[in-house]
């Protein structure tokens, strides 16, 4: 049985991907992915950040376009996000998993689209799958990450501060003027 050919994943032919039932797996640098945010390391000692992906086709029935080629993408990535309540480090495991189904033309897809649980595409010649992955991994993000519970929630304000902010008010200055008292 002669060796079948390795798929440039840059350049991922799609249709053909599908109809030989491919299957591609592996994990990637998260520097690689300029859109994803930036993980620091704990230490120069702790290896880099990976995104763990695989993808897999099928040729599959999309209700109202027959068998289409059909793609799997699922990824997983650690990261670190900053805590948008504390601002504090938010190591977060982000996970994607979602099925495409191709189509043959913008119309069709963005029709099939709206009826389908999965997402419907344009087929194109060629699929850039390492995009793809970073897509799929920026849609499940969250919104707003935040600690559930932060770790040390910010201080509004530190009532030690009141003399000096006050000694640096302009206002305050003002009102001790009008009151006849020396400013500070």
């Given at each position: 049985?002669?060796?079948?050919?390795?798929?440039d994943?840059r350049?991922?032919?799609?249709?053909?991907?599908?109809?030989?039932?491919?299957?591609?797996?592996?994990e990637?640098?998260t520097?690689?992915?300029?859109?994803?945010?930036?993980?620091?390391?704990?230490?120069?000692a702790?290896?880099?950040p990976?995104?763990?992906?695989?993808?897999?086709?099928?040729?599959?029935?999309?209700?109202g376009?027959?068998?289409?080629?059909?793609l799997?993408i699922?990824?997983?990535a650690?990261?670190?996000?900053?805590?948008?309540?504390c601002?504090?480090?938010?190591?977060?495991?982000?996970r994607?998993?979602?099925?495409i189904?191709?189509?043959?033309g913008e119309?069709?897809?963005?029709a099939?689209d709206?009826?389908?649980?999965?997402?419907?595409?344009?087929?194109?010649?060629?699929l850039?799958?390492?995009?793809?992955?970073?897509?799929?991994?920026?849609?499940?993000?969250?919104?707003?990450p935040?600690?559930?519970?932060?770790?040390?929630?910010?201080r509004?304000r530190?009532?030690?501060?009141?003399?000096?902010a006050?000694?640096?008010?302009?206002?305050a200055?003002?009102?001790?003027?009008k009151r006849?008292?020396?400013?500070?």
């Amino acid at each position: 049985m002669a060796a079948r050919p390795d798929p440039d994943l840059r350049h991922l032919d799609v249709a053909a991907f599908a109809a030989a039932s491919g299957e591609r797996s592996g994990e990637w640098p998260t520097a690689g992915f300029t859109r994803l945010p930036a993980s620091p390391a704990e230490s120069d000692a702790a290896p880099d950040p990976v995104v763990a992906w695989r993808v897999t086709g099928r040729m599959a029935a999309i209700a109202g376009a027959g068998v289409q080629p059909q793609l799997r993408i699922e990824a997983g990535a650690d990261l670190v996000l900053q805590c948008q309540r504390c601002l504090q480090p938010l190591p977060l495991a982000v996970r994607a998993d979602r099925r495409i189904g191709f189509v043959e033309g913008e119309d069709a897809a963005a029709a099939l689209d709206a009826e389908s649980d999965d997402d419907v595409l344009a087929l194109a010649p060629v699929l850039d799958v390492h995009a793809l992955v970073e897509d799929e991994l920026l849609l499940a993000l969250p919104l707003v990450p935040r600690h559930d519970v932060c770790p040390d929630p910010p201080r509004l304000r530190d009532p030690d501060d009141d003399a000096v902010a006050s000694a640096l008010n302009p206002f305050a200055v003002l009102a001790a003027l009008k009151r006849g008292a020396p400013p500070n």
